[in-house]
Protein backbone atom coordinates (compact mmCIF):
# COMPACT_ATOMS: atom_id res chain seq x y z
CA UNK A 1 0.00 0.00 0.00
CA UNK A 2 1.39 3.23 -1.05
CA UNK A 3 2.19 6.13 1.88
CA UNK A 4 -0.27 8.22 -0.18
CA UNK A 5 -3.35 5.87 0.01
CA UNK A 6 -2.33 5.23 3.67
CA UNK A 7 -2.35 8.68 4.30
CA UNK A 8 -6.01 9.09 2.75
CA UNK A 9 -7.13 6.26 4.62
CA UNK A 10 -5.34 7.96 8.59
CA UNK A 11 -7.46 11.19 7.17
CA UNK A 12 -10.89 8.98 6.88
CA UNK A 13 -10.50 7.94 9.86
CA UNK A 14 -9.65 11.13 11.39
CA UNK A 15 -12.65 12.90 10.13
CA UNK A 16 -15.34 9.79 10.74
CA UNK A 17 -14.73 9.32 14.20
CA UNK A 18 -15.74 12.75 15.27
CA UNK A 19 -19.26 11.59 13.57
CA UNK A 20 -19.82 8.12 14.80
CA UNK A 21 -21.92 7.91 17.87
CA UNK A 22 -22.07 5.58 20.69
CA UNK A 23 -22.62 1.68 19.56
CA UNK A 24 -25.71 -0.30 20.63
CA UNK A 25 -26.89 -3.70 20.85
CA UNK A 26 -28.58 -4.57 17.64
CA UNK A 27 -30.22 -8.09 16.64
CA UNK A 28 -28.71 -10.69 14.08
CA UNK A 29 -30.46 -10.72 11.85
CA UNK A 30 -28.95 -10.92 7.49
CA UNK A 31 -29.67 -7.93 5.85
CA UNK A 32 -31.03 -5.52 8.22
CA UNK A 33 -28.44 -2.74 8.27
CA UNK A 34 -29.02 0.27 6.96
CA UNK A 35 -27.46 4.24 6.49
CA UNK A 36 -29.44 6.74 8.19
CA UNK A 37 -29.72 10.07 6.31
CA UNK A 38 -27.17 11.57 8.47
CA UNK A 39 -24.59 8.17 7.61
CA UNK A 40 -25.48 9.67 4.15
CA UNK A 41 -24.57 12.99 4.76
CA UNK A 42 -21.25 11.55 6.97
CA UNK A 43 -20.34 9.95 3.87
CA UNK A 44 -20.52 12.68 1.45
CA UNK A 45 -18.18 14.97 4.01
CA UNK A 46 -15.43 12.77 4.48
CA UNK A 47 -15.35 12.12 0.23
CA UNK A 48 -15.33 15.76 -0.11
CA UNK A 49 -12.75 16.08 3.12
CA UNK A 50 -10.39 13.59 1.03
CA UNK A 51 -10.78 15.22 -2.54
CA UNK A 52 -9.65 18.53 -0.62
CA UNK A 53 -6.34 16.72 0.08
CA UNK A 54 -5.51 17.68 -3.42
CA UNK A 55 -1.61 17.75 -2.56
CA UNK A 56 -1.61 14.17 -1.81
CA UNK A 57 -1.59 14.33 -5.72
CA UNK A 58 -4.46 11.54 -5.46
CA UNK A 59 -8.62 12.07 -5.35
CA UNK A 60 -10.82 9.64 -4.55
CA UNK A 61 -11.34 9.26 -8.62
CA UNK A 62 -7.35 7.87 -8.56
CA UNK A 63 -7.74 5.10 -5.92
CA UNK A 64 -7.79 1.56 -7.35
CA UNK A 65 -11.00 0.08 -6.28
CA UNK A 66 -10.41 -2.92 -6.69
CA UNK A 67 -8.02 -2.85 -3.89
CA UNK A 68 -9.99 -0.70 -2.06
CA UNK A 69 -12.65 -3.50 -2.30
CA UNK A 70 -10.06 -6.16 -1.30
CA UNK A 71 -8.73 -4.35 1.72
CA UNK A 72 -12.29 -3.95 2.65
CA UNK A 73 -13.17 -7.70 2.81
CA UNK A 74 -9.98 -8.27 4.73
CA UNK A 75 -11.05 -5.76 7.66
CA UNK A 76 -14.09 -8.83 8.04
CA UNK A 77 -11.43 -11.84 7.09
CA UNK A 78 -7.97 -10.97 7.32
CA UNK A 79 -7.11 -14.63 7.58
CA UNK A 80 -9.36 -15.32 4.30
CA UNK A 81 -11.24 -17.98 5.74
CA UNK A 82 -15.09 -16.95 5.34
CA UNK A 83 -15.42 -15.01 1.98
CA UNK A 84 -14.68 -17.12 -1.41
CA UNK A 85 -12.30 -16.10 -4.05
CA UNK A 86 -15.86 -15.60 -6.37
CA UNK A 87 -16.73 -13.21 -3.82
CA UNK A 88 -13.41 -10.94 -4.39
CA UNK A 89 -14.03 -11.76 -8.59
CA UNK A 90 -18.22 -10.35 -7.87
CA UNK A 91 -17.60 -6.78 -5.68
CA UNK A 92 -14.66 -5.80 -7.87
CA UNK A 93 -16.66 -5.58 -11.00
CA UNK A 94 -20.30 -5.13 -9.33
CA UNK A 95 -19.28 -2.85 -6.94
CA UNK A 96 -15.51 -1.87 -7.51
CA UNK A 97 -16.10 0.11 -11.26
CA UNK A 98 -18.76 1.81 -9.86
CA UNK A 99 -17.05 3.31 -6.15
CA UNK A 100 -16.16 6.56 -6.71
CA UNK A 101 -20.23 7.34 -7.72
CA UNK A 102 -21.24 5.68 -4.54
CA UNK A 103 -18.79 7.37 -2.60
CA UNK A 104 -19.38 11.13 -4.07
CA UNK A 105 -23.37 10.46 -3.54
CA UNK A 106 -22.67 9.12 -0.16
CA UNK A 107 -24.16 5.62 -1.28
CA UNK A 108 -22.87 2.58 1.56
CA UNK A 109 -24.64 0.05 -1.03
CA UNK A 110 -21.24 -1.71 -1.38
CA UNK A 111 -20.74 -1.93 2.19
CA UNK A 112 -23.64 -3.32 3.26
CA UNK A 113 -23.33 -5.73 0.48
CA UNK A 114 -20.13 -7.12 1.06
CA UNK A 115 -20.87 -7.36 5.23
CA UNK A 116 -24.12 -9.15 3.79
CA UNK A 117 -22.10 -11.63 2.14
CA UNK A 118 -19.62 -12.35 5.10
CA UNK A 119 -22.26 -12.09 7.43
CA UNK A 120 -24.27 -15.00 5.00
CA UNK A 121 -20.78 -16.83 4.67
CA UNK A 122 -19.92 -16.80 8.31
CA UNK A 123 -23.02 -18.20 9.46
CA UNK A 124 -23.21 -20.99 6.90
CA UNK A 125 -19.83 -21.42 8.13
CA UNK A 126 -20.29 -22.04 11.62
CA UNK A 127 -23.43 -24.30 11.27
CA UNK A 128 -21.00 -26.52 9.06
CA UNK A 129 -18.25 -25.79 12.07
CA UNK A 130 -21.26 -27.00 14.79
CA UNK A 131 -22.18 -29.84 12.34
CA UNK A 132 -18.18 -31.30 11.82
CA UNK A 133 -17.95 -30.64 15.50
CA UNK A 134 -20.50 -33.90 16.53
CA UNK A 135 -17.97 -36.35 14.75
CA UNK A 136 -14.57 -38.05 14.99
CA UNK A 137 -11.69 -35.99 14.46
CA UNK A 138 -8.25 -38.31 13.20
CA UNK A 139 -5.37 -36.40 15.28
CA UNK A 140 -2.92 -38.89 13.88
CA UNK A 141 -3.14 -37.55 10.65
CA UNK A 142 0.48 -35.77 9.12
CA UNK A 143 -1.30 -33.04 7.70
CA UNK A 144 -0.75 -29.28 8.08
CA UNK A 145 -1.96 -26.56 8.56
CA UNK A 146 -0.71 -22.45 8.45
CA UNK A 147 -3.13 -20.36 10.18
CA UNK A 148 -1.68 -17.60 9.71
CA UNK A 149 -3.28 -17.17 5.97
CA UNK A 150 -2.22 -12.88 5.61
CA UNK A 151 -0.63 -13.77 2.27
CA UNK A 152 -3.00 -16.45 1.44
CA UNK A 153 -5.97 -16.12 -1.36
CA UNK A 154 -9.55 -17.34 -0.74
CA UNK A 155 -10.76 -20.77 -1.40
CA UNK A 156 -11.78 -21.12 -5.20
CA UNK A 157 -15.00 -22.76 -3.92
CA UNK A 158 -16.83 -24.18 -1.40
CA UNK A 159 -15.47 -27.62 -1.38
CA UNK A 160 -12.04 -26.10 -1.17
CA UNK A 161 -13.19 -24.31 1.66
CA UNK A 162 -14.71 -27.07 3.78
CA UNK A 163 -11.24 -29.00 3.04
CA UNK A 164 -9.78 -25.92 4.57
CA UNK A 165 -12.09 -25.59 7.33
CA UNK A 166 -11.74 -29.38 7.83
CA UNK A 167 -7.43 -28.62 8.92
CA UNK A 168 -8.27 -25.87 10.72
CA UNK A 169 -10.80 -27.27 13.21
CA UNK A 170 -8.12 -30.13 13.59
CA UNK A 171 -5.46 -27.82 14.30
CA UNK A 172 -7.49 -26.05 16.70
CA UNK A 173 -8.72 -29.23 18.49
CA UNK A 174 -5.22 -30.99 18.54
CA UNK A 175 -3.97 -27.51 19.84
CA UNK A 176 -6.72 -27.82 22.49
CA UNK A 177 -5.80 -31.28 23.59
CA UNK A 178 -2.35 -30.41 23.79
CA UNK A 179 -3.40 -27.52 26.04
CA UNK A 180 -5.46 -29.78 28.54
CA UNK A 181 -2.46 -32.51 28.44
CA UNK A 182 -0.29 -30.05 29.30
CA UNK A 183 -2.73 -28.76 32.32
CA UNK A 184 -2.81 -32.62 33.67
CA UNK A 185 1.06 -33.48 33.44
CA UNK A 186 1.82 -30.40 35.47
CA UNK A 187 -0.71 -31.65 38.36
CA UNK A 188 0.04 -33.18 41.64
CA UNK A 189 -2.58 -35.92 41.60
CA UNK A 190 -2.28 -39.11 40.36
CA UNK A 191 -2.79 -40.16 37.08
CA UNK A 192 -5.86 -41.70 36.06
CA UNK A 193 -5.27 -44.39 33.70
CA UNK A 194 -8.15 -44.10 32.25
CA UNK A 195 -7.52 -40.85 30.47
CA UNK A 196 -4.04 -41.64 29.52
CA UNK A 197 -3.89 -41.69 24.80
CA UNK A 198 -3.82 -44.59 23.04
CA UNK A 199 -2.54 -45.43 20.21
CA UNK A 200 -1.93 -41.11 19.23
CA UNK A 201 -5.78 -40.26 20.26
CA UNK A 202 -6.93 -38.40 23.64
CA UNK A 203 -8.70 -39.80 25.41
CA UNK A 204 -12.58 -39.45 25.26
CA UNK A 205 -12.71 -36.63 27.87
CA UNK A 206 -9.88 -34.79 26.53
CA UNK A 207 -11.28 -35.01 23.34
CA UNK A 208 -14.61 -34.17 24.59
CA UNK A 209 -13.82 -31.38 26.25
CA UNK A 210 -11.25 -29.73 23.27
CA UNK A 211 -14.88 -29.59 21.54
CA UNK A 212 -16.45 -27.94 23.87
CA UNK A 213 -13.88 -25.07 24.40
CA UNK A 214 -13.55 -24.67 20.46
CA UNK A 215 -17.71 -25.01 20.29
CA UNK A 216 -18.01 -22.13 22.72
CA UNK A 217 -15.73 -20.13 20.54
CA UNK A 218 -17.62 -20.40 17.92
CA UNK A 219 -20.70 -19.17 19.76
CA UNK A 220 -19.18 -16.13 20.87
CA UNK A 221 -18.52 -15.77 17.12
CA UNK A 222 -22.20 -15.92 16.41
CA UNK A 223 -23.42 -13.42 19.28
CA UNK A 224 -20.83 -11.15 17.70
CA UNK A 225 -22.20 -11.46 13.99
CA UNK A 226 -25.43 -10.04 15.15
CA UNK A 227 -23.64 -7.27 17.23
CA UNK A 228 -22.62 -5.06 14.49
CA UNK A 229 -24.38 -2.15 13.51
CA UNK A 230 -24.63 0.37 10.71
CA UNK A 231 -22.09 2.42 12.06
CA UNK A 232 -19.80 -0.14 12.55
CA UNK A 233 -19.94 -0.96 8.59
CA UNK A 234 -19.68 2.66 8.07
CA UNK A 235 -16.89 3.23 9.74
CA UNK A 236 -14.74 0.05 8.28
CA UNK A 237 -15.84 0.82 5.03
CA UNK A 238 -14.48 4.79 5.06
CA UNK A 239 -11.00 3.72 6.71
CA UNK A 240 -10.37 0.89 4.10
Do not use: C
Not at 28 to 57: F, S
Not at 66 to 92: A, P
Not at 101 to 108: A, E, I, Q
Amino acid sequence: MSLTYRTLRRTATLALLALLPLAATAEREIGKLKPTTKMVGETKWVTQALQRYHYLNQSVNDIDFKEFVRIFMERFDGFHMYFLDTDREDFEVRLGLNMPTYLSDGNLYPAYKIFERFQKRSYERIDWVFERLDKPFDLTTDKTYEPDRKEAGWPKNKAEADKLWEARLTYEILNEVLSEEAGDNGDDAEEDPDNKVAAGQPSKEVLEEAVKTIRRRFERWEKTLGEYESWNVQEIFLTS
